[in-house]
């Protein structure tokens, strides 16, 4: 550094202390306010600057659902810029443009070329679309620059006066957002961005603007930038001393700097594997999910989906992390998403017919030998109710019956007068309050039909929406996984993302490996829904039904206060199972999936290749840690449809040599034992066998990956 009119800090070669040695003497010497630029002095890009458009373009193509390519949206900006530009300095002003008033223009050539999608409808909220993107690239690819930060936090504890001056096309609530995200807006007294004022460091009358409002000399304030131009010159021909900041490292980065290296595989894979916590049980479900999610929203933009609404009860996390991918990718929901509380027992009833035109089918093809009470509680029927129906017409309440729907214990309840008033009259009410419920959420379904998004995996209660609707409304359901096609309409669509039984998608055996981890990891933080009431309705209900009341609807075709009740069955097992062993592993799903978001951005709005994805997950199905499966022992849910019972994977068997010989001899002569519906892990260990799941492991993965 040297004391001549033009004063240099060189990043790397001198040291901070040396810096703030010097700003002490210039506060001494009269300088009363200390000025920063931002981009490069403070903050440096990981990618070449003007690159950030092109990113920015990339997410405008997704926001269009990719009608237009990012190189043709690329190449309108530069020409709109340049016509902005042009205009402004035509009319006295900066050869600057301002993004709040490039979005006019550039909605009114995109409605030229694509017509009035529903994306362009609104010229708001466009706007505020195309200023949160730029604002999310760019806090993606910025870093701080922490040689010069300190610099700045020193001043602050000197009590010295800091000003932030940049030009620069976003206004400064947008702004803001990049500055806060850097944590450094406490260290700033005042905030000046060009966009906001329509006058520039560049022609030096951001400057003048600034001695004005602050009530100072140019004299009195100190620039440090690192535009030659806009931080020295300028300042200078105002009389305003400064401090010329250089950056060679970055200066060589950027020059050296392709667009090929952000897609490069070999640093695609590191950026995203380096994303994802190291740490914990099933660390790999993270980019699973994240994979999932992204191929989610790819999905749901190309059919220029509106709405979607998410299904209880995994639905609730997995719209957490629709909503974070949107916020991180568009800084805000481009698809707007909702979440309602059902279950294959709360929506059950309301979707049935009149008793006489009824069969149960979709109760009795999954579910052949139930009991009475299996029955009845899958109506939703009150334990109490149900014993006491069964105890009227004299069938045994919890005997297990052969093809019950066949039986005489069944055409009896069937023939119960009292069953058919109950029946009928709950049906009524609540398919009732369930679309009272639905309604409530805001959307024109009978007019754009419904997308419903959940873990999977027969659809039942997208099936339960589409008769309680009557099949008057087309219906798309998209999961996880879908296993079995069961009722296939033509307005009642289904689709796995991750597996599907209906059409191929690659390593169907990874993913379909062991579903029950997708169902526990995606675990709720409140109960299973449980019906839609009425308060009157509710106060009537018998004493047992252990229901909570989760929301309150408003119902105003009823009466002025009318309401509808959405209520859960809070289980203590269930909450303590959450609070104990989900939600620490949710966030840190939660945690990993944000920064995948950004590695997305980082990597040029690209991912891994679909194998890479099945490979991590692989790796927790095939290959688990024995940690990993003591977890999973631990883990239990409730079954509440068709079976009511608790399911856990507990394998604790204490097995002789010579059983544990006899199962691995049955196990050799028919493998599929390790395929009946639980992980094979879990199976391995009931048999006496854990030994053998690492060479079983390893064959699948081989077989997956050859």
Same mark, same amino acid.
């Given at each position: 550094?040297?004391?001549?009119?033009?004063?240099?800090?060189?990043?790397?070669?001198?040291?901070?202390?040396?810096?703030?040695?010097?700003?002490?003497?210039?506060?001494?010497?009269?300088?009363?306010?200390?000025?920063?630029?931002?981009?490069?002095?403070?903050?440096?890009?990981?990618?070449?600057?003007?690159?950030?458009?092109?990113?920015?373009?990339?997410?405008?193509?997704?926001?269009?659902?990719?009608?237009?390519?990012?190189?043709?949206?690329?190449?309108?900006?530069?020409?709109?810029?340049?016509?902005?530009?042009?205009?402004?300095?035509?009319?006295?002003?900066?050869?600057?443009?301002?993004?709040?008033?490039?979005?006019?223009?550039?909605?009114?050539?995109?409605?030229?070329?694509?017509?009035?999608?529903?994306?362009?409808?609104?010229?708001?909220?466009?706007?505020?679309?195309?200023?949160?993107?730029?604002?999310?690239?760019?806090?993606?690819?910025?870093?701080?620059?922490?040689?010069?930060?300190?610099?700045?936090?020193?001043?602050?504890?000197?009590?010295?006066?800091?000003?932030?001056?940049?030009?620069?096309?976003?206004?400064?609530?947008?702004?803001?957002?990049?500055?806060?995200?850097?944590?450094?807006?406490?260290?700033?007294?005042?905030?000046?961005?060009?966009?906001?004022?329509?006058?520039?460091?560049?022609?030096?009358?951001?400057?003048?603007?600034?001695?004005?409002?602050?009530?100072?000399?140019?004299?009195?304030?100190?620039?440090?930038?690192?535009?030659?131009?806009?931080?020295?010159?300028?300042?200078?021909?105002?009389?305003?001393?400064?401090?010329?900041?250089?950056?060679?490292?970055?200066?060589?980065?950027?020059?050296?700097?392709?667009?090929?290296?952000?897609?490069?595989?070999?640093?695609?894979?590191?950026?995203?594997?380096?994303?994802?916590?190291?740490?914990?049980?099933?660390?790999?479900?993270?980019?699973?999910?994240?994979?999932?999610?992204?191929?989610?929203?790819?999905?749901?933009?190309?059919?220029?989906?509106?709405?979607?609404?998410?299904?209880?009860?995994?639905?609730?996390?997995?719209?957490?992390?629709?909503?974070?991918?949107?916020?991180?990718?568009?800084?805000?929901?481009?698809?707007?998403?909702?979440?309602?509380?059902?279950?294959?027992?709360?929506?059950?009833?309301?979707?049935?017919?009149?008793?006489?035109?009824?069969?149960?089918?979709?109760?009795?093809?999954?579910?052949?030998?139930?009991?009475?009470?299996?029955?009845?509680?899958?109506?939703? =029927? !009150?334990?109490? /109710?149900?014993? @006491?129906?069964?105890?009227?017409? &004299?069938?045994?309440?919890?005997?297990?019956? %052969?093809? $019950?729907?066949?039986?005489?214990?069944?055409?009896?309840?069937?023939?119960?007068?009292?069953?058919?008033?109950?029946?009928?009259?709950?049906?009524?009410?609540?398919?009732?309050?369930?679309?009272?419920?639905?309604?409530?959420?805001?959307?024109?379904?009978?007019?754009?039909?419904?997308?419903?998004?959940?873990?999977?995996?027969?659809?039942?209660?997208?099936?339960?929406?589409?008769?309680?609707?009557?099949?008057?409304?087309?219906?798309?359901?998209?999961?996880?996984?879908?296993?079995?096609?069961?009722?296939?309409?033509?307005?009642?669509?289904?689709?796995?993302?991750?597996?599907?039984?209906?059409?191929?998608?690659?390593?169907?055996?990874?993913?379909?490996?062991?579903?029950?981890? =997708? !169902?526990?990891? /995606?675990?709720? @933080?409140?109960?299973?829904?449980? &019906?839609?009431?009425?308060?009157?309705?509710? %106060?009537? $209900?018998?004493?047992?039904?252990?229901?909570?009341?989760?929301?309150?609807?408003?119902?105003?075709?009823?009466?002025?206060?009318?309401?509808?009740?959405?209520?859960?069955?809070?289980?203590?097992?269930?909450?303590?199972?959450?609070?104990?062993?989900?939600?620490?592993?949710?966030?840190?799903?939660?945690?990993?999936?944000?920064?995948?978001?950004?590695?997305?951005?980082?990597?040029?709005?690209?991912?891994?290749?679909?194998?890479?994805?099945?490979?991590?997950?692989?790796?927790?199905?095939?290959?688990?840690?024995?940690?990993?499966?003591?977890?999973?022992?631990?883990?239990?849910?409730?079954?509440?449809?068709?079976?009511?019972?608790?399911?856990?994977?507990?394998?604790?068997?204490?097995?002789?040599?010579?059983?544990?010989?006899?199962?691995?001899?049955?196990?050799?002569?028919?493998?599929?034992?390790?395929?009946?519906?639980?992980?094979?892990?879990?199976?391995?260990?009931?048999?006496?066998?854990?030994?053998?799941?690492?060479?079983?492991?390893?064959?699948?993965?081989?077989?997956?990956?050859?």
């Amino acid at each position: 550094m040297t004391r001549e009119r033009l004063t240099t800090w060189t990043i790397g070669q001198d040291r901070p202390e040396t810096v703030c040695q010097y700003l002490g003497q210039q506060a001494e010497a009269g300088v009363q306010y200390f000025c920063f630029d931002y981009f490069d002095t403070l903050v440096v890009r990981d990618i070449e600057p003007e690159y950030s458009k092109q990113l920015a373009a990339r997410l405008h193509s997704q926001l269009l659902n990719n009608l237009i390519p990012p190189e043709q949206l690329y190449a309108l900006r530069q020409q709109l810029e340049r016509e902005l530009c042009e205009q402004s300095q035509a009319l006295g002003g900066e050869l600057e443009f301002y993004l709040h008033t490039f979005a006019s223009p550039y909605r009114t050539a995109l409605q030229q070329e694509l017509g009035n999608i529903p994306a362009l409808e609104d010229a708001a909220r466009f706007t505020q679309q195309i200023l949160s993107i730029e604002t999310v690239v760019e806090r993606a690819v910025q870093q701080p620059c922490e040689e010069a930060i300190r610099v700045l936090a020193w001043l602050r504890s000197q009590g010295l006066a800091t000003v932030l001056i940049s030009d620069f096309y976003l206004p400064s609530p947008w702004f803001l957002v990049m500055v806060e995200s850097m944590g450094i807006r406490q260290y700033f007294d005042h905030l000046y961005i060009s966009a906001d004022h329509g006058v520039a460091k560049s022609s030096g009358r951001l400057y003048q603007q600034v001695c004005t409002e602050l009530g100072c000399l140019p004299g009195q304030m100190l620039m440090i930038g690192d535009n030659l131009t806009s931080d020295v010159t300028r300042p200078d021909d105002l009389g305003m001393p400064s401090l010329y900041l250089l950056n060679p490292c970055q200066k060589a980065f950027y020059e050296r700097w392709q667009p090929e290296m952000l897609g490069e595989s070999t640093r695609l894979r590191q950026r995203f594997g380096e994303a994802v916590s190291q740490e914990g049980v099933f660390k790999e479900i993270s980019s699973t999910l994240w994979y999932f999610t992204r191929r989610l929203l790819e999905t749901l933009q190309e059919q220029q989906v509106q709405d979607v609404v998410f299904f209880s009860k995994e639905g609730e996390f997995l719209k957490k992390l629709f909503d974070r991918m949107q916020a991180d990718l568009f800084g805000c929901q481009v698809i707007r998403s909702h979440y309602l509380l059902v279950s294959r027992k709360a929506t059950f009833l309301a979707s049935l017919g009149p008793l006489g035109e009824e069969d149960f089918s979709r109760l009795f093809a999954h579910y052949r030998d139930i009991a009475p009470r299996d029955f009845l509680l899958s109506l939703n =029927f !009150e334990e109490s /109710l149900a014993r @006491s129906l069964c105890a009227e017409i &004299g069938i045994d309440y919890e005997l297990r019956v %052969a093809n $019950l729907a066949e039986s005489q214990e069944f055409a009896r309840l069937l023939a119960s007068t009292s069953f058919q008033q109950i029946y009928e009259e709950r049906r009524q009410q609540q398919r009732s309050n369930f679309l009272v419920y639905l309604g409530s959420l805001g959307i024109a379904y009978e007019q754009e039909g419904l997308t419903i998004i959940d873990v999977g995996w027969k659809g039942s209660i997208q099936d339960n929406v589409y008769h309680i609707l009557e099949g008057r409304v087309d219906m798309q359901g998209f999961y996880t996984g879908f296993l079995i096609a069961g009722e296939a309409q033509a307005r009642n669509q289904k689709q796995g993302l991750l597996f599907d039984t209906t059409r191929p998608l690659p390593h169907f055996n990874v993913y379909n490996n062991n579903r029950s981890l =997708f !169902e526990m990891m /995606l675990g709720a @933080s409140h109960g299973s829904a449980d &019906g839609y009431f009425t308060p009157e309705q509710f %106060a009537s $209900l018998p004493d047992d039904h252990q229901r909570e009341i989760r929301e309150r609807i408003k119902d105003g075709n009823r009466s002025e206060n009318g309401e509808v009740l959405v209520v859960t069955l809070d289980l203590p097992e269930e909450r303590r199972l959450f609070a104990d062993k989900i939600k620490p592993v949710q966030e840190q799903i939660f945690a990993d999936a944000c920064r995948l978001n950004q590695a997305f951005l980082r990597s040029g709005c690209s991912l891994p290749e679909p194998e890479w994805f099945a490979r991590r997950h692989a790796r927790m199905v095939f290959t688990p840690t024995s940690e990993e499966i003591d977890f999973f022992e631990r883990l239990y849910h409730l079954e509440n449809f068709g079976v009511f019972e608790y399911t856990d994977f507990c394998t604790d068997t204490n097995l002789s040599l010579k059983e544990r010989w006899h199962n691995f001899v049955n196990m050799r002569k028919n493998p599929a034992i390790l395929e009946m519906g639980t992980w094979p892990p879990i199976i391995l260990r009931r048999l006496g066998l854990d030994f053998y799941r690492h060479i079983n492991g390893y064959r699948r993965f081989r077989r997956e990956f050859s």
